[in-house]
């Protein structure tokens, strides 16, 4: 074979060689940029999901804190519609010329019903020093040294609340 064949067979085979080198750089980038789509299509995805489960767990936990609002005020109601035989009660027990055993059997029902009322979380409204969060004033009378003023001269209704919310507020006198 001459020099100038086997010269012109070399550069044949270099230049496939600078061809197939081309066309595998073009292979490897449409590779790289076809990689580049799908990372950028994963990180979309992997953010939606992200998001998803975040949103998810924000629902459950407004739901647990709703459920365990309702169980912590599930008898209101109840309390309000019982809080005006306790008021009955109440006064039948302040009625003069009531037997004993009329008495102690009036008692022993407003105890229960107390008792019950208690179990439930239900409590009484202290009534000392005048709050218009807790009371409802409907009188006022002047301020003495037995009663200075802001102070509450008398109770006319117990209020009640359920935990911290208000049932139902005290109906007092209050001092001015």
């Known amino acids: 074979m001459s020099k100038k064949k086997h010269k012109e067979d070399i550069e044949k085979e270099l230049a496939e060689e600078v061809e197939n080198e081309a066309v595998l750089e ?11 789509v799908l990372q950028a299509k994963l990180d979309e995805m992997e953010n939606k999901y992200l998001k998803a ?13 709703e459920r365990q609002t309702i169980l912590k005020y599930r008898s209101q109601d109840l309390a ?33 019903l107390i008792q019950a009322l208690k179990e439930e979380g239900v409590e009484e ?13 409907i009188q006022t009378v002047p301020a003495t040294d037995d009663c200075p003023a802001e102070r509450i001269a008398q109770v006319f209704q117990k209020g009640y609340k359920l935990h911290e919310r ?11």
Do not use: C, Y
């Open 80 to 112: 309000r519609k019982i809080l005006p035989s306790l008021d009955n009660l109440e006064r039948a027990l302040a009625v003069e010329g009531l037997t004993d055993d009329v008495k102690k059997g009036l008692e022993m029902v407003q105890e229960s």
């Open 26 to 36: 073009e292979i490897v980038d449409d590779e790289i940029d076809e990689l580049a």
């Open 166 to 176: 208000l049932l139902r507020p005290a109906m007092v006198v209050v001092s001015e």
């Open 125 to 137: 409204v202290a009534t000392d020093v005048f709050d218009p969060n807790l009371h409802m004033a």
């Open 53 to 65: 489960h975040a949103e998810m767990q924000n629902n459950q936990r407004r739901a647990n804190e």
